[in-house]
């Protein structure tokens, strides 16, 4: 069992490499169905980390998105692109915020509550689980 354990343990997810800073998910009126979620991802590692996805039981589902605008004609166009992934770089940050990623709680199972906490657990490559604890704000 001894000599095991250090093979094991290769296997094993880097637990605490990858650190969230508070965030919040938006508050919407009960009738809007999908909504956002924002938070900051560091990553302490000597390696670069992907997240995948995420789940809520809030949710049917949670994807990762971009904001992005387009001038077309002379307009602004505002939109959002899912991605398949969402690289953090050893040693960096990202930053989900509007205008940039988010994560996208898509169909609401029940309408959220300003001040409620809703857990979300990230998902990234390699089987590491990550799990946080957003308030729901109107900002
Ligand atoms: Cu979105």
């Known amino acids: 069992m001894r000599r095991l354990l250090p093979i094991f343990l290769l296997f094993l997810p880097a637990w605490g490499q990858v650190v969230a800073e508070p965030g919040w998910v938006r508050l919407l009126p009960p009738v809007v169905r999908d909504t956002a979620?924002?938070?900051t991802l560091e990553n302490r590692g000597r390696t670069a980390v992907r997240l995948l996805g995420a789940?809520?039981?809030v949710a049917e589902r949670v994807?990762?998105?971009r904001d992005h605008r387009e001038h077309r004609g002379g307009h602004t166009v505002l939109g959002m692109r899912p991605l398949p992934y969402v690289e953090i770089?050893?040693?960096g940050r990202v930053a989900f915020r509007?205008?940039?990623y988010h994560l996208m709680l898509e169909g609401l199972k029940r309408p959220l509550k300003a001040g409620?906490?809703?857990e979300i657990a990230l998902l990234f490559q390699g089987?590491?689980?990550l799990k946080v604890?957003?308030?729901v704000e109107m900002r």
């Open 127 to 129: 089987g590491l689980k």
């Open 37 to 39: 979620a924002y938070l």
């Open 89 to 91: 770089p050893p040693g």
């Open 116 to 118: 409620e906490r809703v």
């Open 98 to 100: 509007p205008g940039g």
């Open 55 to 57: 789940e809520t039981e």
């Open 133 to 135: 604890t957003l308030p």
């Open 63 to 65: 994807s990762l998105h």
